[in-house]
């Protein structure tokens, strides 16, 4: 089969190699959507600059695929061949805290593998994938809304729920990636009566209003606070998330606020400096850091995707057979837009 390396020096290697077999308590998949993700550009395509969870270990890309098992191997005893699978984007020991409770993100184990990153994953062909790993897809959703869930749709749907998100909130979301459009989407979705959105690049911030992510939006700056204050009496927001993982990001969220309001940050890097006493004491504010989502709460958001007829393909915006693979990760690094996807026939 063949397989996309990412060697570094933003570049893309196709690469045939053997066809994986599924050992005890993995399947095979044959990949049908494969999604770029804005950590593979950041810590793998350019340089490879991660360590520990982001240390890329010259595997196969890609951790956010979608596809049908085609294969499973011995003690597999909820995924039968022809299931349509999304796969969470991570592997845990299965034993820990962390993983116990779904976050297989947060495995504490050396075992712990990231598809993509220390396992291979699926900007290929097939994918061996570990049961627990997978989640059934309703038939209401495509491949290619799959590959959208795990990392992208599955991390602003747990932050939200963080969150608490419901009818009674004005929700605000700084930085209009496709995870910032999936935090508008389904905030709408959750019940909030307004959803600003704020991004430093004119085309994220029309592609928001343009795929209904949003209702408003707001120039990233000095003004944006003062802004989104007048959009809202003076008061704020009660529920803000930063997807941005910039300082200006999360300070803008952390500032426009609500007293009593909740602050979700899920963007990564970078970092934060604050006024404690103004900036979260007095105003008695929740400050709250979500890592990626659990495997139950992406069940649990496939079912509700199809309930809602919501389609995170809607946020995808370029799309390449694996062939162009190396197409497609340019396109992905130099995108003002939103997701970039590997698709198979
Ligand atoms: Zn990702
Ligand atoms: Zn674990």
Same mark, same amino acid.
């Given at each position: 089969?063949? +397989?996309?390396?990412?060697?570094?020096?933003?570049?893309?290697?196709?690469?045939?190699?053997?066809?994986?077999?599924?050992?005890?308590?993995?399947?095979? %998949?044959?990949?049908?959507?494969?999604?770029?993700?804005?950590?593979?550009? @950041?810590?793998?395509? @350019?340089?490879?600059?991660?360590?520990?969870?982001?240390?890329?270990?010259?595997?196969?890309?890609?951790?956010?695929?979608?596809?049908?098992?085609?294969?499973?191997?011995?003690?597999?005893?909820?995924?039968?061949?022809?299931?349509?699978?999304?796969?969470?984007?991570?592997?845990?020991?299965?034993?820990?805290?962390?993983? @116990?409770?779904?976050?297989? %993100?947060?495995?504490?184990?050396?075992?712990?593998?990231?598809?993509?990153?220390?396992?291979?994953?699926?900007?290929?062909?097939?994918?061996?994938?570990?049961?627990?790993?997978?989640?059934?897809?309703?038939?209401?959703?495509?491949?290619?809304?799959?590959?959208?869930?795990?990392?992208?749709?599955?991390?602003?749907?747990?932050?939200?729920?963080?969150?608490?998100?419901?009818?009674?909130?004005?929700?605000?979301?700084?930085?209009?990636?496709?995870? *910032?459009?999936? /935090?508008?989407?389904? /905030?709408?979705?959750?019940?909030?009566?307004?959803?600003?959105?704020?991004?430093? %690049?004119?085309?994220?911030?029309?592609?928001?209003?343009?795929? +209904?992510?949003?209702?408003?939006?707001?120039?990233?700056?000095?003004?944006?606070?003062?802004?989104?204050?007048?959009?809202?009496?003076?008061?704020?927001?009660?529920?803000?998330?930063?997807?941005?993982?910039?300082?200006?990001?999360?300070?803008?969220?952390?500032?426009?606020?609500?007293?009593?309001?909740?602050?979700?940050?899920? *963007?990564?890097?970078?970092?934060?400096?604050?006024?404690?006493?103004?900036?979260?004491?007095?105003?008695?504010? =929740?400050?709250?850091?979500?890592?990626? =989502?659990?495997?139950?709460?992406? /069940?649990?958001? %496939?079912?509700?995707?199809?309930?809602?007829?919501?389609?995170?393909?809607?946020?995808? =915006?370029?799309?390449?057979?694996?062939?162009?693979?190396?197409?497609?990760?340019?396109?992905?690094?130099?995108?003002?837009?939103?997701?970039?996807?590997?698709?198979?026939?």
């Amino acid at each position: 089969m063949r +397989g996309a390396y990412l060697p570094g020096n933003s570049t893309v290697e196709l690469r045939e190699v053997p066809d994986p077999r599924p050992g005890s308590h993995q399947v095979l %998949v044959r990949i049908r959507a494969s999604t770029i993700c804005g950590s593979d550009l @950041r810590a793998i395509y @350019r340089q490879h600059l991660g360590s520990g969870a982001e240390a890329y270990q010259d595997v196969i890309a890609g951790h956010e695929p979608a596809g049908e098992v085609v294969e499973v191997g011995p003690d597999c005893h909820r995924i039968r061949v022809g299931a349509r699978v999304a796969v969470y984007h991570i592997c845990g020991c299965g034993q820990c805290d962390d993983c @116990r409770r779904g976050y297989l %993100v947060g495995c504490s184990s050396p075992v712990r593998a990231a598809y993509g990153w220390q396992r291979d994953g699926g900007h290929a062909d097939f994918l061996l994938a570990e049961e627990d790993t997978c989640v059934p897809l309703p038939d209401a959703l495509t491949f290619l809304d799959g590959a959208c869930v795990a990392c992208g749709f599955g991390t602003a749907y747990e932050a939200l729920c963080r969150g608490d998100v419901s009818g009674r909130d004005i929700v605000l979301v700084t930085g209009l990636g496709p995870v *910032g459009l999936a /935090a508008g989407l389904l /905030a709408g979705k959750l019940g909030a009566p307004r959803r600003i959105g704020v991004d430093l %690049v004119p085309d994220r911030l029309a592609l928001a209003l343009r795929l +209904g992510a949003v209702d408003e939006v707001v120039p990233a700056g000095d003004d944006a606070v003062a802004a989104i204050r007048d959009l809202t009496a003076g008061r704020g927001c009660e529920v803000t998330v930063d997807t941005s993982g910039t300082a200006s990001g999360r300070s803008t969220a952390l500032r426009a606020t609500r007293s009593w309001g909740r602050s979700v940050m899920v *963007g990564e890097g970078g970092s934060l400096t604050m006024e404690v006493s103004p900036m979260l004491i007095h105003p008695q504010i =929740t400050l709250c850091g979500s890592w990626v =989502t659990s495997t139950w709460r992406m /069940a649990r958001l %496939v079912d509700d995707l199809a309930r809602w007829e919501l389609h995170p393909e809607i946020t995808v =915006t370029a799309r390449f057979p694996l062939t162009e693979a190396a197409h497609a990760y340019q396109t992905a690094d130099a995108s003002t837009g939103g997701k970039v996807a590997i698709v198979m026939d």
